[in-house]
């Protein structure tokens, strides 16, 4: 059985102020027991979210390490092993906004991946296709394509301490959500992807959906068998849609 995972990516946004009026939204909402949330702050702020947060069952994580694991001469960018040491859990690779904004290529976010599990952090792999590549028919390629290059460098083994986000392109950030049956048919394909490889990592690993989920959609999103969660950008900024997402999750 598979514990669901609502991790909320709350991008470039927030001041001081902002995170510390979300966070006491956060503290006030009745989550779930079933479900495990997250919160994905800006760098700046991780320290000020894992302080605020204390005692309230919200695991911290980060939204992208450097393919580098340890501290050292690389300047601007934060290591697995500097997050760990933040208390983060869990840290984002291959964003979208990433590989298109910033060009990283899927060997960059197998190092990454890679980088954070050495340090004792759980990978969340982003993979997704553009609305170019599903009007093409190849949404499936592209998604074994990402998913694949994680796989080749460090072994299907790797993914027994990791996550997946299915995140289609298109629907981040544009109030398009893929249906609950096109977001089965790939969650359903990464799966079997895995399962091809180790049938018992398959079986455990948690897939999420991520692409304008809100309270009004994630029942019918998170009903699908193979989604295990979601992860949520825009509606993670108010606390009260994001409790409400999570309380989907537990049902
Ligand atoms: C995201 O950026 O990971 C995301 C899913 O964003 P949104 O929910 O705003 O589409």
């Not at 979300?22 to 006030?28: A, C, D, M, S």
């Not at 840290?91 to 890679?114: C, I, N, P, W, Y």
């Not at 048919?185 to 990592?201: D, G, W």
Request: glycine share 12%; hydrophobic share 45%.
């Amino acid at each position: 059985m598979r514990r669901p995972l609502v991790a909320g990516n709350w991008k470039m946004h927030g001041t001081r102020a902002s995170v510390a009026e979300l966070i006491k939204g956060l503290r006030q909402l009745a989550l779930p027991a079933g479900v495990e949330v997250a919160v994905l702050p800006p760098c700046l702020y991780l320290q000020q979210v894992v302080h605020e947060l204390h005692g309230k069952s919200i695991a911290v994580g980060a939204q992208n390490c450097s393919v580098e694991p340890m501290q050292g001469a690389l300047t601007g960018e934060v290591a697995a092993s500097q997050l760990h040491d933040a208390e983060c859990v869990f840290v984002l690779v291959g964003h979208s906004e990433r590989r298109m904004v910033l060009g990283e290529t899927d060997q960059q976010v197998a190092r990454k991946f890679e980088a954070a599990q050495s340090c004792g952090l759980q990978p969340i792999l982003c993979v997704g296709e553009t609305l170019q590549e599903r009007e093409a028919g190849e949404t499936l390629l592209v998604v074994s394509r990402q998913l694949g290059a994680v796989i080749e460098e460090l072994g299907v083994g790797a993914f027994a301490r990791a996550v997946v986000a299915y995140e289609p392109v298109w629907a981040i950030g544009t109030g398009l959500t893929a249906t609950p049956q096109q977001a089965q048919e790939v969650h359903a394909a990464i799966r079997a992807q895995v399962a091809a490889e180790n049938a018992e990592v398959a079986r455990g690993l948690r897939v999420l959906y991520g692409g304008s989920v809100k309270a009004a959609n994630a029942v019918e999103l998170f009903g699908m068998s193979d989604i295990d969660g979601g992860l949520i950008g825009g509606a993670s900024l108010n606390a009260d849609e994001f409790g409400a997402i999570c309380r989907a999750a537990g049902n």
